[in-house]
Every structure is written in structure tokens, then in C-alpha cells.
């Protein structure tokens, strides 16, 4: 079994105004040297059988009209290893 990640991120000429919120409360927390910060989101998907070119390009679409808002955010598709650890904090 492979896992996909689809990173969305606003596309930089959009306002973000939940990252410059926190932003600005990082150094009331004691958190000081940080210049910007932008907030996005992170699809994690497990993907059964062959992660062919097909899967991707379902995958992509899938993307494209249902996970990002495409007319004011960007994504971006990443195969992980399957053997991949995930570390839990």
C-alpha cells in the first residue's frame, strides 16, 4: 500500500490571514525570528494496489476539483515510501 500526500497551500498573492495571526501571536509565546508564516492543509491518502501513472493522474484530478480551490490555492502531489515511519509527538 503506498501514501500520497497532496500538499494546498494558498497561492502567494492571497491573503492568509490565519497565518498572520500566528504570526503575530509567536513572539508573544516566547517564539522569536519568524518572518511569515502561511497556513495550508495536508491530504494523506492510502492508496490500494499499483500506485501507477494512472492512479496519479486520478489522484491529480481529484486534486484539482475537490481538494484545492484551484482559482486561489496551489497543490502539490507526493508519492511517500510505504515503509515510511510516522513519528507521532
Given at each position: 500500500?503506498?501514501?500520497?500526500?497532496?500538499?494546498?497551500?494558498?497561492?502567494?498573492?492571497?491573503?492568509?490571514?490565519?497565518?498572520?495571526?500566528?504570526?503575530?501571536?509567536?513572539?508573544?509565546?516566547?517564539?522569536?525570528?519568524?518572518?511569515?508564516?502561511?497556513q495550508g492543509k495536508r491530504?494523506?491518502?492510502?492508496?490500494?494496489?499499483?500506485?501507477?501513472?494512472?492512479?496519479?493522474?486520478?489522484?491529480?484530478?481529484?486534486?484539482?476539483?475537490?481538494?484545492?480551490?484551484?482559482?486561489?490555492?496551489?497543490?502539490?502531489?507526493?508519492?511517500?515510501?510505504?515503509?515510511?515511519?510516522?513519528?507521532?509527538s
Amino acid at each position: 500500500m503506498a501514501r500520497v500526500v497532496v500538499d494546498v497551500m494558498l497561492k502567494p498573492e492571497i491573503l492568509d490571514p490565519q497565518g498572520q495571526a500566528v504570526q503575530r501571536a509567536l513572539p508573544r509565546l516566547g517564539f522569536e525570528g519568524i518572518s511569515d508564516v502561511r497556513q495550508g492543509k495536508r491530504f494523506e491518502l492510502e492508496v490500494d494496489g499499483p500506485l501507477d501513472e494512472a492512479a496519479l493522474a486520478r489522484i491529480h484530478e481529484m486534486a484539482e476539483t475537490f481538494l484545492a480551490n484551484t482559482v486561489i490555492e496551489d497543490f502539490v502531489v507526493k508519492v511517500e515510501d510505504a515503509e515510511a515511519v510516522k513519528v507521532e509527538s
